[in-house]
């Protein structure tokens, strides 16, 4: 069986990071990473991009209709989704 891992960030609260935090942040996420790459439980996985690129597509019989973008909710948002990891273990 694998696993989708969503992982969830506040863009505003990354924002206000220090470079020095936010490579701590990255460090820690690589070394996770490597953990399960090595364990051969890593299967795929990307960072997405930020809020303001978004855009809803709806689909109505079939057919799908492009929202734009969702200025509406940008400033609303408290977190969003950050990367997502596709994962095998063995066990949970």
Do not use: C
């Not at 079939?62 to 973008?69: D, E, I, L, T, V």
């Not at 509406?72 to 408290?78: L, T």
Request: glycine share 6%.
């Amino acid at each position: 069986m694998q696993y989708l891992l969503l992982i969830y960030d506040s863009e505003a609260d990354w924002g206000k990071l220090t470079a020095a935090d936010q490579a701590a942040m990255y460090q820690e996420y690589g070394q996770f990473r490597k953990e399960i790459t090595e364990k051969e439980k890593f299967r795929a996985g990307s960072q997405l991009q930020p809020i303001a690129t978004a855009t809803t597509v709806r689909v109505r019989n079939g057919k799908r209709y492009p929202a734009g973008h969702r200025a509406e909710r940008r400033g609303k948002e408290k977190n969003h989704l950050e990367r997502n990891q596709i994962i095998q273990p063995a066990r949970l």
